[in-house]
């Protein structure tokens, strides 16, 4: 049977795919880098922000956000983590890590929650959606980091577009849900009131989605946070570095107290950001 | 009642599924509901319904669930888009209407109460009362003045700042029932809007909407399975079965002509002296005295001799009524000359009159304990016509008689 033999690649679609990325990458570089801009110029004001600000005014701004939301006991484990990443000598870093993250979250909400919004309202879309979600959160980051490489060049703006590919899919798939768990009465109920569709939209479906809606936004930092070392990989700055170079060198040490504050800082940022989607 | 039509449902239908086109092709074949859906697994909603709802009735839609009757509610303000047929609003068809004369009709014409009342959970009393008014644009200080004028009229002005979930079930649907108001609708849809709440709270409910009814004539359409509160509240009734209004009437027609086995079993059981009025049975078969200054007893005793009868009713020339006067009334007061000999003084005491209003059950003391029959009058005193204890007998015995032939067919 000429059907099932295996022997062979009848299918080069490897060559295909080098041939398209080289193609572009010669051809629309310009373009991608274009693109990079806005992601550039608001991690710059973030990281500026960050470093300017002196440690202990961070650490009040903190303190302040985790007592608001939520209690006394995720506010003194605020306090004690960012103190402790301080004394670890990583404070700098973790500042980065924190641009890098909230500079992703951002255009993650600023893509995710419209395209969200209109999965939730239409089946069609969000059967075209799905695979692509699929894609975004299953393929390995190495596979896309080359090309995101070579269009956008090394660096830390390369890393939060590789972060956002990866933490885009929770905000869309937890925005639709959201709206989808809207009791159809509700929206029946605004329509027999002559509401528009806009206003089904913003009077009705959005506000009782907005618990959904946060629990995207901190799945999404909590991915974000996840690719912080895969990002260091490709020049990206912040607490990736002090790991990917204890593992090149093999100083566990090194690596170890990376990870520790990668850890802290997301327990802080997911508490924080549960505690505000509870309210 | 003004007869002035507000709503006009002209053949309507709606199939729901697979293929609506086909769907109606086969009604028009003549195969009924489960042959269509056997063959293509499409549902008919609602057959062919056409009826009128006039300005300012209570218009109840009654039917057992999957009847049709709350799809038909949502074709009135099309929530659920018919698949053929018209309805007209005002004499206007708003099954043709663009989007945007739909919401305007919406927001200025109608309003709609739900049985699962479908407040939004995360506005306050207040703000759930607007909504309607919100929707139309109308500045917050106005509509929220007027959202308070609604939470006013069903008592819970004092709740405007509390979030529905802190309201129970009655209080929450006081809320939906002010939505609804505030916008200051023509017409009200209520779609089984006190079904989910338990029967002392109904009971009230009812009550609250034919006071608000009495206040401000407003034309509702009440969509209930509940035949006890159709008969409660409605002005008129349409009985829908397997989509189609099998028959549209008065509580008294329907029940004293139903028109067919289905409407019948509906009525089993209902207990018609509930239902009846004295003025539904009444007759005036009895001998009748109009009140002049020529009229002496005398005069009156010969009529009642002549007709056999025992008791007159005294009217005057516009039918009000005056009195009674029986023969012996009138022989004690002809044997005692030194009384002004003027009909008025032969009145029989303790007579109390029904009104017509009245159901048989209310009157059943007064026929039962006097011999004369009951006079039943007109809110004016105007005299209807009589019940006697003859005539109330035969009317339960023919609703029984109705109820048995029901029971075995």
Excluded at chain 1, 50 to 76: D, E, H, Q, S
Excluded at chain 2, 146 to 155: D, M, P, S, T
């Amino acid at each position: 049977m000429r059907i099932f033999n295996f022997d062979e690649q009848l299918i080069p679609l490897d060559e295909w795919v080098q041939t398209a990325v080289d193609w572009t990458v010669l051809n629309y570089r310009d373009f991608f880098q274009v693109i990079k801009v806005p992601v550039e110029l608001s991690l710059e004001a973030l990281e500026w922000f960050f470093a300017t600000l002196p440690p202990f005014v961070v650490i009040m701004l903190f303190a302040l956000a985790a007592w608001r939301y939520t209690g006394k006991r995720v506010t003194v484990f605020t306090v004690l983590s960012f103190l402790l990443v301080g004394y670890l000598g990583l404070w700098d870093d973790t500042m980065t890590t924190l641009s890098m993250v909230i500079c992703s979250v951002l255009f993650c909400a600023i893509a995710g929650i419209p395209l969200g919004i209109m999965a939730g309202r239409s089946d069609r879309f969000e059967m075209f959606l799905r695979p692509f979600l699929d894609a975004m959160q299953t393929t390995p980051a190495f596979v896309y980091l080359i090309p995101v490489v070579m269009l956008f060049s090394i660096g830390t703006v390369s890393g939060i577009l590789a972060t956002i590919v990866f933490a885009l899919p929770p905000i869309i798939r937890l925005t639709s849900l959201g709206i989808r768990q809207v009791h159809p009465e509700l929206v029946e109920a605004a329509l027999a009131f002559g509401a528009t569709p806009w206003q089904v939209l913003r009077k009705v479906q959005f506000p009782l989605a907005m618990p959904s809606v946060m629990a995207g936004l901190n799945q999404t930092i909590m991915m974000a946070l996840s690719m912080v070392v895969i990002a260091a990989l490709i020049g990206a700055g912040g607490l990736g570095n002090p790991v990917v170079q204890g593992l090149n060198t093999l100083e566990i040490g090194l690596a170890t107290i990376g990870g520790l504050s990668i850890v802290l800082l997301a327990m802080v940022l997911d508490r924080i950001t549960q505690g505000i989607s509870q309210k | 009642m003004s007869q002035e039509i507000k709503v006009s449902v002209k053949n309507l239908f709606k199939v729901f599924g697979p293929h609506p086109k086909k769907a109606m092709g086969l009604l028009e074949q003549g195969l009924d509901k489960e042959a269509i859906f056997e063959k293509i697994e499409t549902t008919i909603g609602v057959q062919n319904a056409s009826f009128e709802i006039y300005t300012g009735e209570i218009f109840v839609i009654m039917g057992l669930s999957g009847s049709g009757k709350s799809t038909m509610v949502r074709m009135i303000n099309r929530l659920i888009e018919p698949t053929a047929g018209q309805v007209f609003i005002d004499g206007e068809d708003i099954v043709s209407m663009s989007n945007d004369e739909l919401v305007k009709m919406r927001r200025k014409k109608m309003s709609m109460v739900f049985q699962s009342f479908a407040l939004m959970p995360h506005m306050t009393v207040l703000q759930n009362a607007a909504f309607g008014l919100e929707m139309d644009g109308i500045d917050k200080l106005t509509r929220e003045a007027r959202a308070l004028q609604a939470l006013e009229q069903v008592g819970l002005e004092a709740w405007a700042g509390s979030m529905p979930n802190e309201l129970s079930g009655g209080m929450q649907q006081r809320v939906g029932l002010a939505r609804g108001l505030a916008v200051d609708p023509d017409i009200l849809l209520m779609d089984e809007a006190f079904s989910a709440l338990d029967p002392l709270i109904r009971t009230e409910m009812q009550d609250e909407l034919l006071k608000l009814q009495a206040k401000a004539k407003r034309t509702i359409v009440f969509i209930s399975h509940d035949l006890d509160e159709a008969m409660r509240i409605g002005d008129r009734i349409a009985i829908m079965e397997g989509g189609k209004v099998v028959q549209v009437g008065t509580p008294e027609e329907i029940l004293q002509n139903p028109a067919d086995d289905y409407v019948r079993a509906f009525f089993r059981g209902v207990d018609p002296t509930n239902i009846l009025t004295a003025g539904d049975i009444a007759t005036d078969t009895q001998v009748t005295i109009i009140i002049t200054d020529g009229k002496n007893p005398r005069a009156a005793l010969q009529r009642l001799i002549k007709n056999d009868r025992d008791y007159a009713y005294v009217i005057d020339s516009n039918r009000i009524f005056k009195g009674i006067v029986s023969t012996d009334s009138l022989r004690d007061l002809i044997d005692s000359p030194d009384q002004p000999q003027l009909i008025a003084n032969a009145y029989l005491d303790d007579v109390v009159p029904a009104h017509a209003n009245d159901s048989m059950q209310d009157i059943l003391p007064e026929v039962a304990s006097h011999s004369w029959p009951l006079p039943v009058l007109k809110d004016d005193k105007e005299y209807v016509g009589v019940v006697s204890k003859n005539l109330f007998l035969r009317t339960l015995h023919r609703s029984e008689q109705e109820d048995s032939t029901a029971a075995t067919a």
